[in-house]
C-alpha cells in the first residue's frame, strides 16, 4: 500500500450523519494534512495536524492522528449534501522538505439530501 | 477563489502539437508546484520551484518542461505528449516555513491527448 492510504474508498450518507474517514501512513511525518475536492475542481486545504498533536478540530471537522499507528480519521459531524466531494489525506515528511506532499487515493463522500 | 489561477482549464491536443499550461499566484508565496491527477491514481507531484529556483524534479519525461520566471508566475511547456499523459494538472503555491505548509491549489487544467 502506498502513503497516506485512504478508507474507505467510497461513502454514502444521509444528511445530518456523521461521516469518517481513514487515512494509514508509512514514513515519519511532520504533519498530515487533509483536503477537499469538488468534481473536477482543484483541492481545497481542510485541517492540518502536525506529529505532536492527537486531535484537532475546525468547525464540523475532527481530525485525530495516531503516530504510534501511523493513522489519522477525519469525521465530519451532521453532514450536509454540500459535502459531497472527494476528500485526500496528504503527509508531509519528516525534516525540512516543506510542502512536498504525499496524497492517498481518496475518500469520495456522497451525503444524500 | 483560493488565490492561484489556472489557464486554460480545459485544453485539447495532438500528440505533436506543443501548448503551454500556465499558472499565477497572487498570494506572495514563495513556493510553487505541479501536480498531476490521473483517475484512480493519487495526486502525483511533479516540480517544485522555491524562489524560482526547481528544487524536484520527480522523474517527469522530458516532453513536460517547467518555466518559473518569478515567483508568482508558473508554466508547464508541453510538446510530443502521449495519450496516457491526458489528465487533471493542478498548479499549487505554498509559503515555505513552518508555520506555513499547507497548499493552494488552482481549478486545474484538463487536458485530453488524442
Known amino acids: 500500500s502506498q502513503q497516506g492510504e485512504e478508507d474507505p474508498q467510497a461513502l454514502s450518507i444521509q444528511e445530518g450523519e456523521n461521516a469518517t474517514m481513514n487515512c494509514s501512513y508509512k514514513?515519519?511525518?511532520?504533519?498530515l494534512q487533509w483536503y477537499r475536492q469538488n468534481s473536477g475542481r482543484g483541492l481545497v486545504h481542510l485541517i492540518l495536524i502536525r506529529s505532536n498533536e492527537r486531535e484537532k478540530h475546525s468547525g464540523r471537522l475532527r481530525v485525530t492522528l495516531d503516530t504510534s499507528k501511523k493513522s489519522s480519521s477525519l469525521l465530519i459531524t451532521a453532514s450536509r449534501a454540500a459535502d459531497t466531494a472527494s476528500y485526500f489525506c496528504a503527509t508531509a515528511p519528516g525534516g525540512t522538505s516543506y510542502g512536498k506532499l504525499t496524497f492517498g487515493q481518496g475518500t469520495i463522500l456522497t451525503v444524500h439530501p | 477563489e483560493t488565490g492561484v489561477t489556472q489557464t486554460p482549464r480545459h485544453l485539447v491536443m495532438g500528440m505533436t502539437n506543443k501548448k503551454s499550461l500556465k499558472c499565477e499566484q497572487h498570494l506572495g508565496h514563495n513556493a510553487m508546484y505541479w501536480y498531476k491527477q490521473s483517475a484512480k491514481k493519487p495526486l502525483e507531484l511533479m516540480f517544485v520551484y522555491n524562489f524560482k529556483e526547481q528544487t524536484e524534479n520527480n522523474s517527469v519525461p522530458s516532453r513536460f518542461s517547467p518555466e518559473c520566471p518569478n515567483s508568482s508566475h508558473l508554466f508547464l511547456h508541453l510538446h510530443t505528449l502521449q495519450p496516457e499523459d491526458s489528465a487533471l494538472y493542478l498548479c499549487?503555491?505554498?509559503?515555505?516555513?513552518?508555520?506555513?505548509?499547507?497548499?493552494?491549489f488552482g481549478s486545474g487544467t484538463q487536458l485530453s491527448v488524442l
Open positions: 499549487a503555491s505554498s509559503q515555505e516555513s513552518r508555520e506555513n505548509e499547507k497548499l493552494f
Open positions: 514514513t515519519s511525518i511532520n504533519n
